[in-house]
């Protein structure tokens, strides 16, 4: 199976801050990299597709970028909503998709 | 409106079953890919099951391989997932997520709201 390491697994920032999120794949998976977003007591959403294409409706401060192995989840500049846990996910082998562990983004 | 509702979540006793539902509305249920995701309290995300879509074929962690059986309905726009012998490991809210499954891409675009599921004696 393919395993998914984000980093880091916590995070502190003030709102107005720049953010990135790693996630690293254990093996190439070209761009079938997935981002979601997940408030406590709620579902994920879908944020980025495809490591760097954005779902509707998700607004512009969220890119992400990446192929390979090596992807990353910017935040341009944070507001109070998007403190939340993102995921990871590749979907490279429909066979078995797997998830990373989460990265919490909490307010400084 | 474009959503997916779960139902079925419950408190069984080890080694027992349970089937969780899964009803899809506003869209055209059949041509997507659909899956089973689960979170166990305080954990990640996993993935379980999914299934295309006339049900020909099936996938699974391995952690639930003979144990689950996901299947659907395309006449009532309903996915389903059979859990038997179940371990105290697979308490979780489990999500029933659409697929988009394309060429260059694949993602998990609509999710419903979860439905617990409690193994303990």
């Known amino acids: 199976d393919i395993q998914m390491t984000q980093s880091p697994s916590s995070l502190s920032a003030s709102v107005g801050d720049r953010v990135t999120i790693t996630c690293r794949a254990s093996?190439?998976?070209?761009?079938?990299l997935n981002w979601y977003q997940q408030k406590p007591g709620k579902a994920p959403s879908l944020l980025i597709y495809?490591?760097?294409s954005l779902q509707s409706g998700v607004p512009s401060r969220f890119s992400g970028s990446g192929s390979e192995t090596d992807f990353t989840l910017t935040i341009s500049s944070l507001q109070p909503e998007d403190f939340a846990t993102y995921y990871c996910?590749?979907?490279?082998?429909?066979?078995?998709?797997?998830f990373g562990q989460g990265t919490r983004l909490e307010i400084k | 409106e474009v959503q997916v509702v779960e139902s079925g979540g419950n408190l069984v006793q080890p080694g027992g079953s349970l089937r969780l539902s899964c009803a899809a509305s506003?869209?055209?249920?059949?041509?997507?890919?659909m899956n089973w995701v689960r979170q166990a309290p305080g954990k990640a995300l996993e993935w379980v099951a999914n299934?295309?879509?006339?049900?020909?074929?099936?996938y699974y962690v391995r952690s639930v391989k003979g144990r689950f059986t996901i299947s659907r309905d395309n006449a009532k726009n309903s996915l389903f997932l059979q859990m038997d012998n179940l371990r105290a490991e697979d308490t979780a809210v489990y999500y029933c997520?659409?697929?988009?499954?394309?060429?260059?891409?694949?993602?998990?675009?609509?999710w419903g709201q979860g439905t617990l599921v409690t193994v303990s004696s």
């Open positions: 997520a659409r697929g988009f499954y394309g060429d260059y891409d694949n993602f998990f675009d609509i």
């Open positions: 506003g869209f055209t249920f059949n041509i997507y890919w």
């Open positions: 299934i295309n879509q006339d049900g020909s074929e099936k």
């Open positions: 093996q190439s998976i070209s761009t079938y």
């Open positions: 495809a490591a760097s």
């Open positions: 996910q590749q979907s490279y082998s429909t066979l078995s998709i797997t």
